[in-house]
């Protein structure tokens, strides 16, 4: 399965896979920069600085957090011959303008949420689906949060019925390889069931 490289830097180097670009989203706090280090092949790009502004670098969420992403993460790993670069968006409204420059030409993207507080996803969500990304809700367990049921994060945030909700251990790396590979399963799932330009993904059997 192939996609265009990557549009935005840092552009992943040409080698002898296929690549297939993806986005991460999600709150401040959520663990994104966590999730890429996972599961990165390599030595994770990050762009974390240590928040000084008071009333902007809020921390209510994440009260222990003392940094913040200002650009992105980046990383990549290898899975089956197919090389995933992942992009992670910073947590910030301030930084929002970096989601657009992030999200062009990825095949799909992870929405990471905290049960604790399923409100702050929302614009999230909504961005991912206004772009028409195919996407997978990822829930992050935190040891102190409530176990809460696959059809209840789903009505609280007005998914669909074909939106996979997967639940992840951002510190784990096989737990965030098996979430990469269902958001790839289901971006070619739909981009199969969807007619789409030739830019699109093509499944290589």
Do not use: C
């Amino acid at each position: 399965m192939t996609v265009p490289a990557p549009a935005t830097s840092p552009r992943p180097t040409r080698g002898p896979h296929p690549g297939v670009k993806l986005m991460l989203t999600g709150p401040f706090g959520v663990g994104k920069t966590t999730l890429v280090g996972a599961v990165s092949d390599i030595a994770p790009v990050t762009t974390e600085v240590r928040m000084s502004i008071p009333g902007v670098d809020g921390t209510s969420g994440s009260p222990a957090k003392t940094t913040t992403t200002v650009a992105m993460d980046f990383g990549r790993l290898d899975v089956d011959g197919v090389t995933l670069y992942v992009f992670g968006t910073p947590g910030q409204d301030r930084f929002w303008f970096m989601w657009d420059a992030i999200s062009r030409g990825v095949a799909g993207a992870v929405v990471l949420v905290d049960v604790r507080r399923l409100q702050d996803s929302f614009r999230h969500v909504d961005y991912v689906e206004h772009a028409g990304l195919p996407f997978v809700v990822a829930v992050n367990h935190f040891p102190d949060a409530r176990a809460v049921a696959v059809a209840d994060v789903r009505e609280a945030l007005t998914l669909g019925s074909d939106v996979p909700i997967v639940d992840v251990d951002a510190r784990d790396r096989d737990s965030v390889r098996h979430l990469l590979i269902a958001l790839v399963q289901h971006a070619l799932t739909r981009a199969a069931a969807t007619p789409a330009p030739a830019a699109a993904l093509a499944v290589r059997r």
